[in-house]
């Protein structure tokens, strides 16, 4: 993945230690009630989990040496995120603009082994995730080592998937697209299992990830050889039935929360084929 070739965001603010906080002068856009409620939901994470039932734990992280995390690594790595976030920035700034509508930029924290965020305490092990409380993902980038030891995943473009996903929910949230998952919420009425609503949301959050892929690629020509393999190996890995099993459970589809393996995968080549969000429509479908 050739990433240099995206524009870099402003909207990193890197807390990480010995890291000086960024100022931010943009103002984003408030979703609405329905944010609120799913603020206080908890938490969108990649690996569906939440700080207490995570899979992988942030202690002792070991760092390979093309991650190790050294001055001139975390610069760049610093410089990926800021660029995977700027092209999702272009993106769907043009995208939205297409049916009139004002895209209102995330901000995307960078932190070290836990963070107070607008949804509560988190730590590396919840994995990457977004809060709409306050429209902000959060990252700790030992998360990407911990994949890649644990799980093999390698590789730029799994990594931008995974950024992408979570900027997923944020469009999802304010394009209105997830209006059944929030409402159930705002209700108080079941979403998990298999099938179930958040499991929709989830699978909806991959499809806008292929959207985003899609056209990043048509304005950039920035992918290589396998990149599209290791997002879909990416996709696969966070799947419930693929997580429960790694964790020598039998798959409980009840419990689902993001979808098995392959629907994740699945879902996010229908956005990359089509580019278009109108396909992401996972609460109409009748076959996840």
């Known amino acids: 993945m050739l990433w240099?070739?995206?524009?870099?965001?402003?909207n990193v603010n890197d807390t990480r230690k010995g890291k000086d906080a960024r100022t931010l002068t943009r103002k984003t856009l408030g979703a609405g009630l329905a944010v609120v409620a799913l603020a206080s939901a908890g938490l969108y994470s990649t690996l569906g989990t939440t700080p207490d039932e995570a899979l992988l734990t942030s202690s002792n992280t070991l760092n390979p040496p093309d991650?190790?995390?050294s001055t001139d690594s975390e610069d760049l790595q610093l410089k990926f995120v800021q660029s995977v976030l700027g092209d999702t920035e272009d993106t769907w700034k043009q995208l939205f603009a297409q049916t009139g509508r004002h895209y209102p930029e995330p901000t995307l924290t960078l932190f070290?082994?836990?963070?107070v965020s607008g949804c509560g305490y988190a730590s590396t092990a919840s994995g990457p995730f977004y809060c709409p409380g306050n429209q902000q993902l959060y990252l700790d980038l030992a998360f990407f080592a911990e994949l890649e030891q644990e799980f093999a995943v390698v590789g730029d473009f799994a990594r931008a998937y995974i950024i992408a996903h979570e900027i997923g929910h944020h469009v999802q949230i304010e394009l209105?697209?997830?209006?059944?998952?929030?409402?159930?919420?705002?209700?108080?009425?079941?979403?998990?299992g298999d099938g179930g609503l958040e499991v929709r949301?989830?699978?909806?959050?991959?499809c806008l990830a292929g959207v985003w892929a899609h056209h990043a690629q048509q304005r950039l020509d920035w992918m290589e050889p396998g990149d599209i393999e290791a997002a879909l190996h990416a996709a696969a890995v966070f799947g419930d039935d693929y997580l429960q099993r790694s964790a020598n459970d039998v798959p409980r589809p009840e419990t689902f929360s993001h979808g098995t393996s392959q629907q994740r995968a699945n879902w996010f080549k229908t956005g990359f084929a089509?580019?278009?969000?109108?396909?992401?429509?996972t609460f109409a479908a009748e076959d996840l």
């Open 67 to 69: 991650v190790a995390l």
């Open 176 to 192: 209105g697209l997830s209006e059944p998952f929030e409402k159930a919420l705002l209700d108080q009425r079941p979403v998990t």
């Open 112 to 115: 070290d082994n836990g963070v």
């Open 274 to 281: 089509t580019g278009r969000t109108d396909a992401c429509d």
């Open 4 to 10: 240099n070739k995206a524009r870099r965001s402003d």
């Open 201 to 206: 949301a989830e699978l909806q959050a991959d």
